[in-house]
């Protein structure tokens, strides 16, 4: 049996979350100069994918991103694209 089938889908805080790099079609990027701060995608993400840095700095976490795009949906300033994975 792989190592990875023994991964658990609780995370660090106790949170279901799934390791899902592994089979993502699609990442979303963040544009820096777009984003607005507001948190909103942070908000949105099934499996709490984005994560905060201080009190203002979003980031996404690829080791569980799905690739669903709800938060590029979501962000009111369009400020994340989803980018096929394996594409330039
Ligand atoms: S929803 Fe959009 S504007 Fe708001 S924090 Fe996320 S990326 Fe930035
Ligand atoms: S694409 Fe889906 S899983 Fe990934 S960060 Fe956005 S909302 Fe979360």
Do not use: H, Q
Request: net charge positive; with cysteine; charged share 30%.
């Amino acid at each position: 049996m792989s190592k990875r089938e023994f991964i658990t889908p609780i995370g660090e805080e106790g949170i279901y979350i799934l390791d899902t790099a592994s089979w993502r079609a699609a990442r979303p990027v963040m544009n820096k100069d777009k984003c607005i701060e507001c948190g909103i995608c942070l908000t949105m993400c099934p499996v709490n994918a984005i994560l905060r840095e201080g009190p203002k700095k979003y980031f996404i976490s690829y080791d569980y991103c799905k690739g669903c795009g709800i938060c590029a949906y979501e962000c009111p300033k369009k400020a994340i694209d989803m980018v096929k994975e394996g594409g330039e």
